[in-house]
């Protein structure tokens, strides 16, 4: 059933996860300028929809423990206090815009400040992060090993900096260092009362309609399907979706699913930290993948976006994979090529 819940309100006991079969942080100046004018005009005592929030509850089993293995620390605290794990099936461009303005407005205030009646350390714990014997669990961010997780806890969160000078930038990357300067510049000139009603506009009046999926439901199709609403997916980002769903189809062992699924995330890695490296002329993700596609398979239909739906609709099918003519080593070897 789908509630209308706040920002607040999400981040009650929820560790948030975006998966590696999503994209990265997609949105630019002109989505962020909408979301700080929707900010800015919505009244105290009045709720502005903020659009659609599709969670999925993730069971941490043998075969995933390594995605969550920096949020274990919460998610096996004793009853009653202990976290639920979740993936962000859709929406993850607003919370991640959210978050980052968060930080952006806790960075203004001091140690032994408060905002909206709690001090600067519980809105750290409930928004960013939670002390433990074993160092830092963060609330919200990307699975483990992603380039923007490790720029966000870098770049955004301010934590070991030290240890993640050598990460890739990629097109995501740069854009969430875009949003925090963004924001930054945004609230630098605020006076703490107009810090103060802007955080309590943000955790408070924004409001989602939190939907969670049913586990019957498969979240792999779900979000392809999805992909026209807000910032449409290239094909490239459609493409890796559908290679790790294929994943989940094989007949292979876990152990060459999970190799394979890790080779997909490199793979794509690479591609958009080269696709990215001229920052004054980023090349096109599109572009790229059907030059791929002409060389890769001798594909040489050049009318519109054929090539995608060559690659989408009739190769890198679940059919394809049923009829066992796209096996795992096509897939591996097709992964490998385009890096």
């Known amino acids: 059933m789908a509630e209308l819940y706040s920002i607040s309100e999400i981040f009650d006991k929820r560790v948030l996860r975006i998966p590696d079969f999503q994209r990265g942080f997609s949105w630019g100046e002109r989505q962020l300028n909408d979301f700080?004018?929707?900010?800015?005009k919505v009244p105290q005592d009045r709720i502005h929809y903020t659009g659609l929030l599709t969670i999925e509850k993730v069971k941490v089993l043998a075969s995933n423990i390594g995605r969550w293995n920096?949020?274990?620390f919460?998610?096996?605290l004793d009853e009653g206090t202990?976290?639920?794990?979740?993936?962000?099936?859709?929406?993850?461009?607003?919370?991640t815009t959210a978050i980052i303005l968060i930080t952006s407005i806790l960075d203004r205030i001091d140690a032994n400040s408060s905002l909206v009646g709690?001090?600067?350390?519980?809105?750290l714990r409930k928004f960013i992060k939670v002390e433990n014997p074993n160092g830092r669990t963060f609330i919200f961010g990307y699975e483990k090993d992603d380039p923007s997780y490790?720029?966000?806890?870098?770049?955004?969160?301010?934590e070991n900096a030290s240890n993640n000078l050598n990460e890739p930038e990629t097109l995501y990357t740069k854009n969430l260092g875009f949003a925090k300067k963004y924001f930054d510049e945004k609230v630098v000139t605020l006076n703490p009362y107009q810090l103060e009603t802007l955080f309590s506009k943000l955790t408070h009046n924004f409001k989602f309609n939190l939907y969670?999926?049913?586990?019957?439901?498969d979240v792999y199709v779900m979000f392809e399907t999805m992909n026209n609403r807000g910032k449409p997916l290239s094909k490239l980002e459609l493409l890796k979706n559908r290679l790790i769903y294929l994943s989940t189809k094989l007949d292979n062992s876990e152990e060459e699913i999970n190799s394979l699924r890790n080779q997909i995330n490199e793979s794509w890695k690479t591609i958009y930290s080269y696709l990215g490296k001229n920052k004054e002329k980023v090349l096109e993700d599109d572009d790229f993948l059907k030059n791929h596609t002409y060389m890769y398979f001798g594909y040489m239909d050049k009318t519109a976006n054929l090539f995608s739906e060559y690659l989408l609709d009739e190769y890198f099918t679940t059919k394809q994979v049923h009829d066992r003519i796209v096996t795992l080593e096509n897939i591996e070897n097709y992964v490998i090529n385009i890096q």
């Not at 202990?82 to 919370?95: C, H, K, L």
């Not at 969670?212 to 439901?217: G, T, W, Y």
């Open 36 to 40: 700080w004018d929707d900010l800015e």
């Open 70 to 72: 920096d949020a274990s």
């Open 74 to 76: 919460l998610i096996n």
């Open 82 to 95: 202990r976290f639920t794990p979740y993936y962000i099936v859709d929406g993850q461009q607003r919370i």
């Open 118 to 123: 709690i001090d600067k350390k519980t809105l």
């Open 150 to 158: 490790e720029f966000l806890k870098t770049n955004i969160y301010k």
């Open 212 to 217: 969670e999926v049913d586990e019957d439901l």
